[in-house]
């Protein structure tokens, strides 16, 4: 167990549609990251979170947006859903704000989009 | 921007034999490295990382990894190779710099292990 908490586990929808995804990080660990996973990209970068405030963005779609809450939970809203948007999205967090440490990873939250 | 490579994105051992998983980055200065395994339906679990000092490291399960500057690589190994090892393993880079970007990924090799 990572400490990391995501939920949903498994999400299925329609196109056009919005969803939120959930993640609480390890206790003290003041950045979160949100990476989606698919079988043709791999692991991509979206977005992080440090203590509240955006520091950086990979390559994440217009069409999609987080924050990061007081209490360090972080939300990832993917809206106007494609059939192309269907993946695994993980939730990282890291004691520190910069690279140069180590990610803890949820289990994921697996969209389906139909 | 860094980036990192795994040239086989499938590879089968036999159980008991030993295991070498290849990775090669890219970074303008002295790289962060890790290396991570998923399980089926799983998240990331961090076998092992290095940071500096020596370029063997040790890390959980019998995995160790070596960095070679010269090569620009990072090579997983375990000498004896066991069924429940079969998942898929993830290099990463991240920035000495203390860069906010996190970690980038290579795309991956998928284990497998044959009885």
Not at chain 1, 17 to 23: A, G, W, Y
Not at chain 1, 37 to 62: C, H, M, P, T, V
Not at chain 2, 4 to 9: A, G, H, K, S
Not at chain 2, 25 to 46: D, E, K, N
């Amino acid at each position: 167990d990572s400490g990391v908490t995501q939920t949903p586990k498994h999400l299925i929808t329609a196109t056009g549609q919005r969803v939120t995804l959930r993640c609480s990080p390890r206790s003290g660990d003041l950045s979160v990251y949100w990476y989606q996973q698919s079988l043709d990209q791999g692991l991509q970068f979206l977005i992080q979170y440090y203590n509240g405030e955006e520091r950086a963005k990979g390559n994440i779609l217009e069409r999609f947006s987080a924050q990061q809450f007081p209490d360090l939970h972080s939300e990832l809203n993917l809206s106007s859903l494609e059939l192309g948007d269907s993946a695994l999205y993980f939730c990282a967090s890291s004691v520190l704000q910069g690279g140069s440490g180590e990610l803890f990873f949820g289990e994921g939250s697996r969209l389906t989009v139909l | 921007a860094q980036s990192v490579t795994q040239p086989d994105i499938h590879i089968t051992v036999s159980e008991g034999a030993s295991l070498e998983l290849r990775c090669n980055y890219s970074y303008g200065a002295t790289p962060y490295l890790f290396w991570y395994v998923q399980s089926p339906g799983q998240g990331l679990q961090l076998l092992l990382k290095y940071f500096s000092g020596d370029t063997l490291v040790q890390g959980i399960k019998g995995f160790e990894a070596e960095f070679k500057r010269s090569q620009s690589s990072f090579n997983l190994r375990k000498p004896s190779v066991h069924w429940s090892d079969a998942a898929e393993y993830f290099c990463a880079v991240g920035a000495s710099g203390g860069g906010a970007d996190g970690l980038t990924f290579g795309k991956g090799t998928h284990l497998i292990i044959q009885p």
